[in-house]
């Protein structure tokens, strides 16, 4: 599972938009280029797409002046790339929006939330197979 992008629309982090967006399917790339064991498979990459920015609050705020705008259409580009390179794909956003608190981050309950739907999507994938059953 890969959820990557939130920091890079921070303006510390100079990048142009399709960069940062390609930059998910880079990962990806090492991901399956690594050396694994002989006879292990490639495993598969779920790219998650985090909840978009909302308006940056606290402390944050002037590390992410601008990042609202900035991070607009990330789930819808990182779909696009996800179906390009053969990835399952999640989008964060649907289950629960940024932080309340600082606009960037998730709270203890939606990293709860996410979780939960994150295990019910992976448990419909094709091929998903738990090592436990719990």
Known sequence: ?????????????????????????TLVTAIRQAPVEPGMPIPPVLVIAPPPILTPRGPLAAKFTGAAGKSAGLADAYRDIAGEIGCDFFDAGSVTPASAADGIHLDADQHARLGKALAAFVAGLAGFSPLTQR
């Open 1 to 25: 599972m890969l959820m990557l992008g939130t920091n890079d629309f921070s303006p510390c982090i100079r990048t142009q938009r399709g960069m940062r967006h390609r930059a998910i399917a």
